[in-house]
């Protein structure tokens, strides 16, 4: 009740101070926009002014000094993201941690209040996430102890007529396989690094952006490995690498196109290409049902840099790199169109 009524009393100042936001506006404006170096200038000296609208107004004039702002985008930078409870200045913080680690020097404060803006809906990429990471847990442990056979072979028997999770080839018709495989985990390494990932880099990747796109590109990943699985004629596929592969190299596509604003992002790509490689090495050669295939998993890496980035991107910049997004945009739709026909094709039971 009582942080009820402190949020509204917050709220209200906030609504109250759109005429003072909007006076100072209107001194600096020039037609119909105001530019954000004037804007900046005018309001660092004065104490009341917020540090993340200085913050976000610097971004703006480090990415373009002769950058503009309409009265409803100005208004929109002052008076909105603003933590009032204490579960939303716990939520900042958490934000502000994530944006300071995963974006870029010139998108931390537009990232940060934007995420704010859409505060009600974080639960769910927290939800998404953490019922993932504790089902993958629970169903390793009881595959491991309780319901798998010994040998490579009964193993194999039991995925094809009794298990209810691995995707596999000839049950292409029970729809849920193609993205309930990332669920199962047969090796313990690659489970743990899942896990790892998903919880301290999915998830805080995801706090930048809209509420929808990165489990979107996750559960991508997942679809059109399954697609190609059934492309190659694989035997069974599990484990959410190539989930993980989309959201991670859409993430370092978006950094070197945006490589400007991130300052050196060398690091940041060799982290993530030793990481596939020492994944998809581990989950090769400790493999040891013949059947399970590990390279569909790798179909993650092409989701993340054509579909991913796409989705990820927020400018458009120069001329030149609109034709590239289109390029990838149409290369991506190409992949999803075969995998869908390939998916509707060959025999099941």
Known sequence: MGNGMAAARKQ???????????????????????????????????????????????????????SWLTLEQ????????????????????????????YAGKLQR?????????????????????????????VTY?????????????????????????VLVMERKREFWRNVSFVLVSF????????????????????????????????AAGAFTAAQITYICRYGFTMGASAAIYAVLWAHVVDVLVNRSQFGSVAGRVIVVFIYTAADAAQ?????????????????????GCTMGVVILRKNRGQKWEKWVYRIIRWLHWIVVAFALEQATMGSTY
């Open 74 to 101: 100005f208004l929109l930078i002052t008076t909105s993201g603003h933590p009032s409870t204490v579960r939303q200045k716990r939520f900042h913080r958490v934000v502000t941690a994530a944006a300071n680690v």
């Open 141 to 165: 442990f009881q595959y491991l102890y309780r319901c798998c056979p010994t040998s490579t072979k009964e193993l194999e028997e039991y995925m094809r007529f009794n298990d209810k999770l």
């Open 187 to 218: 090796n313990g390494l690659s489970l743990a690094a899942s896990a790892v990932i998903q919880m301290l880099v999915c998830l805080p990747i995801s706090f930048l952006h809209s509420p929808w796109k990165i489990p979107f590109i996750y």
């Open 12 to 66: 209200k100042i906030w609504m109250e101070e759109i005429p003072f936001w909007t006076d100072i506006y209107r001194r600096l404006q020039r037609g119909d926009k105001a530019y954000a170096v004037e804007l900046r200038a005018f309001l660092t000296p004065m104490a009341k002014c917020p540090a993340s609208v200085i913050e976000e107004l610097s971004e703006l004039v480090d990415e373009d000094e002769k």
């Open 283 to 303: 989950a090769y050669f400790l493999n040891r049902i013949p059947s399970v295939g590990t390279l569909p998993h790798l179909i993650g890496v092409a989701i």
């Open 109 to 137: 404060a537009r990232a940060v209040r934007c995420a704010m803006i859409d505060y009600p809906l974080f639960v769910l990429q927290v939800l998404f996430f953490i019922l993932i990471t504790v089902t993958q847990i």
